[in-house]
């Protein structure tokens, strides 16, 4: 029977609470420098340096991850700027992290108007009105929680007959959220394939070469969704339903890819 | 009595039209069937007329000698009669065929001149007919043909021609279409054939004739140079066998194809047909006199443009509406530029397209502007640039438009502003609403407080995956900890052991703790403790753990574990046991407990293991 003395114990446990408040404080650092850069942004854009505030916007999302606050900021700075593309791409990247995000909707109607955009459609079925109450992510992490609770709650009983009747009852509450789960990921899933046009007139190619004839164009700020990528082409299908390949550095993904 | 009348007016007038369509003229034509044949099978020189003649008809004249090909002199006659009755005007017509048979003795194309022939008192002439005798399994020589129509030699780089594929094929051939025309060569766009976009007709070339199918293409070059392309077709065709066919001794060329194939199957083929090499010229346009303007239109076109209104104030916008009419290639047509003028704020047209025919060649372009007036200095709208160029003529065609003057008046002082919201006078010349009106842009956020959400897909990322990992371990840990209960609960001896190993295990731990406090007695007992939890293991149920003594445990231990430093270390362990227990003589901890601790643990182990 081997045994850990415990003097080792003791130093294996502190490295861990060390290494575990090392994490923190970079955390908390980070953070704080992101909030910094991002209060810096914020007065660039109040004297109108646009290029600053959205360097400095991108610094605080380099510093402190994404965050929809500042995608909202960045959006409207790109649209002050004159670049719709940008502006369009960060407001959907805002409403992907949060879509409750009303003044990111309300600016991003803006600007499609004010641009001559086409307007986003309207989510018409009840399927796309249940995906829009959270971001893909949320009901990725509902799903995978509530399959974990159902799969618990199923073999608990088999363990313990004393709380069979509770754990009756929390399944079938379980079961019920996994099913919305299901039904709103099947909802939010669409959208990780959504893009925007960043060119001015982003030319949809017959095939993916750079020397391929123009099929058409996407206007700067034009939303479409990808089916299929080759050699640094997506194949694009626009919002006006128009379809073909466009080189990945002419358009911008709402999610990462 | 007036009823009579009329009746006899109708019958007069029926026996009147009857007359006239008898009167209809007489058509005379001459083929050969088959038109293309091997030597030594039979092809029939046909003569038919077709019209208002007698049944009985005969033809006089006399056939142009062909050398190499003897036309029999007497014709096997056949006829039938047609009698059709359209918006109350019957018509009838006899159809009379004069089959001479025929034999040649080499191979080679024979024509029978044009001929003229009497028939009724009337002449007529026959046209020109061709036989082509050809070595045996060349019959479908020319026979199908896949081309574009026109002939196509020159292109200029991007200019948009509307061609036609055309499949042709010999009147006498069966056949099924297996797939439509497919076109390949990189260096043109590419086109769907379908049903749909076809069409069929019959065509009579050189006194043959062929059923024709149609498809329009617009055919635009992408490269400049040489360019080729190849058109293919997949038919189905029904050969008729060789042997019978030459076997036949009718001249009846509907009597020999009844024989050879009479539920119209024969012998079934897929045959692939190409077009071969289309060599295509494609030229560069020319850099002499090429506008700046120019943005790919070639064709030929015509620009009108439309302003909403000649009067606005700062800030209301007025749309600009141009119409680019013509024939070219309208898909490759950018929105035309309009010059910079800071008095102007100038928003992305919208375009729409409306072709005329079906492959997008003619039509109508519109681009819609919006166009916001910054300042009153705004006097004149900025000038739309717009060139193309003319393939015919080989040039360029510059359709600038010239500054249209309009009156801006001061406004009120809006600043962010949407030009769809500025005035809802903004009107579209057809006088709807330009946009729907929207407010203006909120402002920046001043807190951010969600930094560290990503936007990357739950699925891509390991923590979601490390996530689902961890209740996967811990079921498969339940499932495990569940099978070794019941496997415990089945049998109790594998339970007693498992529970001894337990408490070996922890008296063990106790031993360790009572040496660090420097309790002799503790570590004593403790160590004693994981000694006899490990030997109850061989030794009846019935024996309990604390009844055992060194004596028993001894020749247990020495069987299992050869080391003499272990054994002396237990017998140490029970001797001090025993002198506190039974002497009241207290022990003092060992000069080294690890040491000792150590001995005890191995000879623990031994005793668990075996």
């Not at chain 2, 044949?37 to 039979?42: E, Y």
């Not at chain 2, 009755?85 to 191979?107: A, C, L, P, Y």
């Not at chain 2, 390991?462 to 996530?467: D, G, I, P, S």
Request: charged share 20%.
């Amino acid at each position: 029977m081997k045994t850990i003395p415990d003097k080792t114990r003791f130093h294996f446990r502190a490295l861990i609470v060390l290494l575990g408040l090392l994490f923190i404080a970079i955390t908390h650092l980070r953070a704080d420098v992101a909030q910094n850069l991002f209060q810096s942004a914020n007065e660039a854009y109040g004297k109108a340096d646009y290029e600053t505030a959205i360097k400095l916007y991108q610094d605080s999302i380099t510093q402190g991850g994404a965050s929809a606050t500042v995608y909202y900021n960045l959006a409207n700075a790109y649209y002050k700027q004159g670049n719709i593309g940008q502006s369009v791409l960060f407001y959907e990247r805002a409403l992907a992290l949060r879509p409750g995000l009303a003044e990111a909707r309300h600016n991003l109607q803006f600007v499609r108007h004010s641009s001559s955009l086409p307007p986003e459609s309207d989510l018409d079925s009840p399927i796309e009105r249940l995906a829009s109450r959270l971001t893909l992510n949320e009901w990725g992490w509902l799903l995978g929680t509530t399959f974990w609770l159902s799969v618990f709650l199923v073999v608990f009983p088999k363990f313990s007959q004393k709380w069979g009747g509770v754990c009756r009852i929390f399944l079938t509450l379980s079961l019920a959220v996994l099913i919305v789960s299901i039904i709103g990921l099947t909802g939010a899933y669409p959208m990780t394939k959504r893009l925007v046009a960043l060119s001015k007139e982003t030319p949809l190619r017959v095939s993916p070469l750079a020397d391929s004839t123009k099929a058409g164009y996407m206007a700067a700020g034009e939303m479409g969704s990808y089916s299929e990528m080759h050699m640094g082409y997506y194949l694009v299908t626009s919002q006006s339903g128009k379809q073909g390949w466009v080189a990945a550095n002419d358009i911008g993904m709402v999610w990462a890819k | 009595m007036n009823l009579s009348i009329k009746k006899v007016y109708c019958i007069l007038a029926l026996l009147l039209t009857t007359t006239i369509g008898w009167a209809a003229e007489l058509k005379v034509t001459a083929q050969f069937s088959p038109p293309v044949t091997n030597l030594g099978q039979r092809s029939n020189y046909v003569v038919v007329l077709e019209g208002s003649v007698s049944g009985n008809v005969q033809i006089a004249g006399k056939i142009p000698a062909v050398e190499g090909l003897v036309i029999g002199s007497t014709p096997q006659r056949s006829q039938s009669s047609q009698m059709q009755i359209i918006n109350g005007r019957m018509t009838s017509s006899v159809t009379v065929s004069f089959n001479f048979s025929t034999q040649v003795t080499r191979e080679g194309t024979y024509t029978v001149p044009a001929w003229v022939v009497e028939v009724e008192g009337t002449k007529y002439t026959i046209p020109a007919a061709t036989l082509q005798v050809v070595p045996p399994g060349e019959t479908l020589r020319g026979a199908i043909v896949l081309e574009i129509v026109p002939k196509v030699e020159t292109l200029y780089v991007g200019q948009s021609l509307p061609v036609k594929v055309q499949l042709r094929i010999r009147d006498d051939i069966q056949y099924q279409l297996a797939t439509f025309p497919q076109m390949t060569g990189d260096a043109f766009t590419t086109a769907q054939f379908t049903q749909d976009n076809g069409e069929r007709n019959r065509q009579i070339i050189k006194g043959v004739a062929y059923d024709t199918f149609t498809w329009p293409l617009l055919l635009t070059p992408l490269k400049v140079g040489k360019e080729m392309l190849n058109l293919q077709e997949d038919l189905i065709l029904s050969l008729p066998d060789q042997q019978q066919r030459s076997g036949q001794m009718s001249n009846d060329p509907f009597f020999n194809r009844f024989f050879n194939d009479p539920m119209g199957f024969g012998r079934q083929e897929r045959r692939t047909i190409y077009s071969g090499d289309i060599n295509i010229e494609v030229k560069e346009l020319p850099t002499e006199g090429k506008p700046a303007s120019f943005s790919g239109a070639i064709g030929m076109f015509s620009l009108q443009s439309k302003l909403s209104g000649k009067e606005t104030t700062v800030g209301e916008p007025i749309i600009l509406t141009v119409t680019l009419t013509g024939e070219g290639n309208f898909e490759r047509i950018a929105a035309p530029i309009l010059s910079e003028d800071p008095n102007w704020r100038i928003y992305p047209p919208k375009s729409d397209f409306k072709p005329t025919d079906t492959l997008g060649f003619t039509g109508t372009k519109t681009f819609e502007y919006i166009l916001r007036p910054e300042s009153e200095a705004a006097k004149t709208i900025p000038t739309l640039a717009f060139s193309f160029f003319e393939p015919k003529d080989g040039t360029y065609v510059d359709l600038t438009t010239k500054p249209e003057a309009v009156v801006v008046k001061p406004g009120l002082n809006v600043p962010e502003i949407s030009p769809s919201m500025a005035s809802p006078s903004a009107k579209h010349p057809d006088g709807k609403p330009a946009l729907q009106q929207t407010p203006n842009l909120l402002n920046i956020s001043l807190l951010a407080d969600d930094f560290g959400t990503g936007l990357v897909p739950f699925y891509e990322q390991r923590v979601f995956w490390l996530a689902q990992g961890t209740p996967l371990l811990l079921l498969g840990g339940l499932i495990f900890w569940n099978i070794r209960r019941q496997r415990l609960l089945k049998d109790p001896n594998l339970m007693r052991f498992s529970q001894a190993r337990t408490r070996a295990e922890a008296a063990i731990g106790q031993a360790r703790r009572s040496a660090i406090a420097g309790d002799a007695e503790a570590f004593y007992t403790g160590c004693r403790q994981a000694l006899l939890s490990a030997a109850c293991k061989h030794f009846p149920k019935a024996m309990g753990e604390e009844t055992l003594t060194w004596s028993e445990i001894e020749p247990v231990l020495t069987k299992r574990c050869a080391d003499p430093e272990c054994l002396s270390t237990a017998q140490h362990v029970f001797n001090a046991y025993e002198a506190r227990q039974f002497a009241g003589r207290p022990s003092a901890l060992p000069s080294e407990p690890e040491t000792f601790l150590k001995s005890i643990t191995t000879a623990t182990k031994k005793l668990l293991e075996a």
